[in-house]
């Protein structure tokens, strides 16, 4: 057994410093808000998104090579490739400043901000008393899905894969709950089901972002590629009978906000569990794909696995470890303990 890696005191003093800076900036940034202009904040994150840029390099790398892994029939051009990472970036950067201005902005404000289109889907769903699962992805501005739904009076919550560090993950729900939104940590996994389970049987809105094909043990056509996903989404809604809708909110050509609720996603039915979460699986994925195929430049493209250097994307999907039986087994139960079935 591999030994567990462990830092060092002088480790420990600086990853903690990481996190103190990291939060003061944070509640910095958010109070200073109100009190200086839009336009000037937009233009100093526009900077520090520059510079961000230029710094993190590797990710800026990781980027390019996953959009040339998967777009690059259709963009052959280098130069083009690199136009849509800094597009996808700055689309990131003015979701974390939509995201922050919005803690000061009152319900009214967020309608007023986000229109909704396909509101009859959710009502309707809500309507069958089972929960909601708001099926999205790093794309556009997701994280103002929950405070426009929350605003006009819809209960949310969120699974959210929480930083290390508590007391920075703390502030992070609580800026969350002060707009209507509430946390779901997506680890532990039991306690995960357990948070997403009760908010079903309370017929509330659960926002699962999905489109993190780096480990799982369902393996799913993306982009012409084969990659792991998790079952856990397609397990919950064939187990609980809860409804799945994609939603997405999408940054308009004038930069105004859209909250997009498509139709209902059917659950796949086949001869057992584990056929049925992988039919379903592949359905929710190429919802997915199709949501960022219409807008490019709007997603994160980090949602893959890292690059080996001698195999490309697909085997090296194939040499993902499927999660453990025993894990997979205790999260169905779980669910089948305590979910009406579908």
């Known amino acids: 057994m591999a030994k567990k890696w462990r830092r060092s005191a002088l480790g420990k003093f600086f990853y903690n410093l990481r996190y103190r800076f990291g939060e003061y900036a944070l509640r910095g940034f958010v109070g ?15 900077s520090m998104a520059w510079i961000a840029f230029v710094i993190l390099w590797r990710y800026r790398q990781r980027m390019e090579q996953n959009i040339a892994a998967t777009l690059g029939q259709e963009l052959p051009d280098a130069t083009a490739r690199k ?11 003015r979701t974390v400043l939509d995201s922050m201005a919005a803690l000061h902005f009152s319900k009214e404000r967020i309608i007023a901000k986000v229109a909704l289109t396909g509101e009859a889907h959710l009502q309707d769903a809500l309507k069958q008393g089972r929960g909601v699962l708001a099926l999205s992805a790093h794309l556009g501005s997701f994280t103002m899905i929950g405070p426009r739904l929350a605003a006009g009076g819809y209960p949310f919550s969120a699974v959210v894969k929480h930083p290390a560090d508590k007391r920075f993950a703390q502030l992070t729900d609580d800026y969350r709950a002060q707009i209507g939104v509430d946390t779901i940590a997506a680890k532990p996994r039991r306690e995960a089901v357990r948070g997403i389970l009760k908010a079903l049987r309370d017929n509330r809105i659960v926002l699962v972002i999905a489109d993190e094909f780096k480990s799982g043990d369902v393996l799913v056509d993306f982009f012409g590629l084969t990659l792991p996903a998790p079952r856990g989404p397609a397990t919950l809604a064939l187990r609980t009978g809860a409804v799945t809708l994609p939603m997405f909110a999408i940054r308009r050509p004038d930069k105004s906000l859209v909250l997009e609720i498509d139709a209902p996603i059917e659950s796949v039915a086949r001869e057992d569990l584990d056929a049925s979460v992988a039919a379903t699986t592949a359905v929710y994925t190429r919802h997915l794909e199709q949501a960022i195929r219409r ?5 994160n493209w980090l949602g893959l696995p890292n690059r080996d250097r001698k195999l490309p994307l697909a085997e090296m999907a194939h040499r993902e470890k499927p999660a453990s039986k025993t894990s997979t087994e205790s999260s169905d139960a779980e669910i089948r303990q305590s979910g009406p079935s579908a």
């Open 32 to 46: 200073m808000l109100p009190y200086v202009p839009f336009r000037a904040v937009s233009l100093f994150t526009s």
């Open 83 to 93: 136009a849509l990472v800094w597009q996808a970036w700055r689309s990131f950067t």
């Open 295 to 299: 807008h490019p430049a709007q997603w």
